[in-house]
């Protein structure tokens, strides 16, 4: 063979090594594209499938996130063996209850379950055990934990994400839209199986099961302190009546946007609301030249916007700058606050992070940043392996994350490194 034939001959054969290492695109649903189910009768099938089923089921849920008000399901993906795919519209149901109760015992797959768990949970669907793909992949040590990623990594598959975020509230729902709804269900029972003998085979199985309880049996949410402080932009501002004005404007924008069923910032975006707190406009002229303030909510609702703004400038009972916080300061300051505390902080992160290291994972899925800050700035007296342990389990900490932490972050306390 000469040499031009045998590096024909090479070059040949690299390029169908690469083609194979290509990840398969799944584009069609195994079972095709279902139908939507929108009728009582659809549901009652769709549940007696299911109930019928064996093994997991696989979960999912698409909201309108950016598009409608708060965070409610639009579509309910469910699939598990023996039962098919069923798409679910849950919009013309009191509940899907009856799905609930066709897969109660049953192990539900979900990726990123903290996502959708909230909105399923409105639909009265609340899973009796769980196993989150994502979490199981952090846990296990992959360095992309995307669905996408995690179905290409594990499965060799390439799974498109293009309307990941779409209005899901659209009806009727595209047809591409729905093959994308399934498919996003299609392979998370193969998934969790690679994810668990990854797991057992390092032996952190035990760890990712008491997460996924402790996710599924988390409290809901309770409602939020001033939650307009969340408003972005508001760190620009430095006095008490414009935040009164960013309050008002926030708590009218939120009441106007859940009556219309739209996603607040489709009305009027945060960055006017704080523009309209510093300007504090006094005409319509005025308030429509401020930055943000344009379109149909500005104009037709102008004189909504305006009596904010002028019972901000009459009121007398502002709200304080900050509002009272349990968290410790930020590190930066602990030096000259408080140096002890400083001390055990800089001894005990980086063995945290030299132990989540050994383990394959995310610091922050061995010992939540927050709960390690908290412990580092006001640890239990005394300090010993027993009383740091209850504090750790009191802040949150479930108890692999305790019989890991406990120990180091002892003899870190009791012996801190030298600044």
């Known amino acids: 063979m000469t040499p031009s034939n045998a590096s024909a001959v090479q070059t040949q054969e690299t390029a169908a090594t690469e083609e194979a290492r290509e990840p398969a695109p799944l584009e069609e649903p195994r079972d095709g594209v279902p139908l939507v189910v929108n009728t009582a009768s659809g549901l009652r099938r769709a549940a007696a499938a299911l109930a019928a ?12 996130s950016g598009f409608r008000y708060g965070q409610r399901a639009f579509l309910v993906q469910v699939r598990r063996e023996g039962a098919g795919t069923w798409l679910i519209d849950p919009e013309p149901f009191p509940d899907l209850a009856p799905i609930n109760d066709a897969l109660s015992g049953v192990e539900w797959i979900l990726h990123a379950s903290t996502q959708d768990l909230p909105c399923l949970a409105e639909v009265g669907m609340r899973p009796d055990r769980l196993f989150d793909t994502e979490l199981a992949a952090r846990l296990a040590g992959l360095p992309r934990v995307g669905l996408a990623a995690v179905v290409e990594s594990l499965l060799g598959l390439r799974l498109a994400k293009e309307h990941s975020a779409a209005d899901w509230s659209t009806r009727p729902l595209p047809e591409p839209w729905l093959r994308y709804a399934a498919l996003d269900v299609e392979v998370l029972a193969e998934l969790r199986t690679e994810l668990v003998r ?13 997460e996924f309880e402790a996710i599924r049996t988390a409290p809901p949410a309770g409602p939020r302190t001033d939650p307009w402080r969340r408003t972005s932009g508001l760190h620009q501002l430095r006095d008490r009546r414009q935040l009164e004005a960013v309050r008002l404007l926030w708590e009218e924008r939120e009441a106007l946007a859940e009556n219309r069923d739209v996603a607040p910032g489709r009305l009027i975006p945060d960055s006017a609301l704080v523009a309209a707190a510093k300007a504090m406009p006094t005409s319509v002229p005025a308030l429509l030249k401020t930055p943000g303030f344009h379109g149909r909510a500005a104009a037709k609702e102008a004189p909504r916007w305006l009596r904010c703004l002028a019972a901000a400038r009459n009121a007398t009972d502002l709200p304080p700058l900050h509002l009272p916080s349990s968290s410790p300061p930020p590190p930066r300051v602990w030096a ?31 010992l939540t940043p927050d709960y390690l800050r908290r412990i580092c700035w006001r640890p239990p007296a005394p300090i010993d392996p027993d009383t740091v342990a209850g504090a750790l389990a009191a802040l949150g900490a479930r108890p692999w994350q305790v019989r890991i932490a406990a120990p180091i972050l002892t003899v870190a306390f009791l012996d801190p490194d030298p600044a």
Request: charged share 30%.
């Open 53 to 64: 089923g064996t093994g997991p089921a696989a979960v999912d849920a698409e909201r309108a």
């Open 198 to 210: 990854l797991l057992e085979d390092s032996g952190k199985l035990g760890f990712a099961e008491e």
């Open 336 to 366: 000259e606050k408080d140096p002890a505390a400083a001390a055990r902080l800089n001894t005990a992160k980086p063995r945290i992070a030299r132990a989540a290291e050994a383990l394959d994972m995310p610091t922050e899925n061995l």
